[in-house]
């Protein structure tokens, strides 16, 4: 099978200026406007590219400290949004005690991800995390010859698939469904949404004596900025399946989907 590769080392921590003006609502009230927002590119548990915004573009007279114990990331303190009757509980972070190497975003705001609240770059509702210019995503069509195994069975073979090439990640293989054995996939209710690609939904597998939920995925909407190639297409989380790519047996990456 091969030496795993892995893909669990982190970037590194960056913060940048960000041109764009970026808003946060919670339903029609605006809780954060600025156009002095910095990138904050961080990653790790419960940590993925945000906006910093600075106290002064922040509605801050609406927020409160949550009661109770604070939240897992020390550099985050947790507040409440209050909006009149309504209480939106962990609905806002202080940004404090960073790592050094973020101190430029010390004492700034910013707010959880598909929450209560509702991110805007310009006039675009942006999703899951904010977008780190120095990732890419490129979707190529490919004429290799890839062969997808569950347990020994052959669940998806082809020579015209997309390649997607994607920062800090393995290549994934999108398929057309010509070429997958699609009486195998039974679809499930995950759904999930990549702030790069568009809005994906899942199925689960059976083949091969084995039974895996969630292994393959599809996104019927992909943004009119993301990857148009892959829309309609199927693909498979490497790490729990078996990949022939021209004959060679691929080893399975260590990501965190493994």
Not at 129 to 134: L, S
Not at 231 to 254: C, I, W
Request: glycine share 8%; aromatic share 8%; with cysteine.
């Amino acid at each position: 099978m091969g030496i795993e590769e892995s893909w669990k080392v982190a970037p590194p921590t960056h913060v940048e200026s960000t041109a764009r003006h970026i808003r946060v609502r919670a339903g029609e009230e605006v809780i954060a406007d600025s156009e002095r927002a910095l990138l904050l590119s961080w990653y790790g548990p419960g940590r993925l590219p945000t906006y910093a915004l600075p106290a002064r573009d922040v509605r801050t007279d609406l927020l409160r400290p949550s009661p109770g114990s604070p939240g897992d990331d020390v550099a985050m303190i947790d507040h409440d949004v209050h909006l009149g009757d309504r209480v939106l509980e962990r609905s806002a972070h202080l940004l404090d005690k960073v790592p050094p190497e973020a101190r430029r975003v010390e004492g700034y705001w910013t707010f959880p991800w598909g929450g209560a609240v509702q991110w805007f770059e310009e006039a675009l509702e942006v999703h899951t995390h904010a977008r780190d210019p120095r990732h890419r995503v490129d979707a190529i069509p490919s004429d290799r010859h890839v062969r997808v195994e569950l347990g020994g069975e052959v669940i998806a073979e082809s020579t015209q698939p997309v390649a997607l090439f994607e920062t800090h990640l393995p290549t994934r293989w999108y398929f057309p469904p010509a070429d997958v054995r699609m009486g195998l996939l039974a679809p499930t209710e995950t759904r999930s949404t990549c702030p790069y690609k568009g809005h994906a939904h899942y199925w689960s597998v059976e083949a091969g004596g084995q039974e895996v939920e969630d292994l393959a995925w599809g996104y019927e909407e992909v943004y009119d900025d993301g990857p148009a190639r892959i829309r309609g297409l199927v693909a498979f989380f490497n790490e729990k399946v078996d990949m022939v790519v021209d004959g060679v047996r691929v080893a399975r990456p260590v990501t965190p989907w493994s």
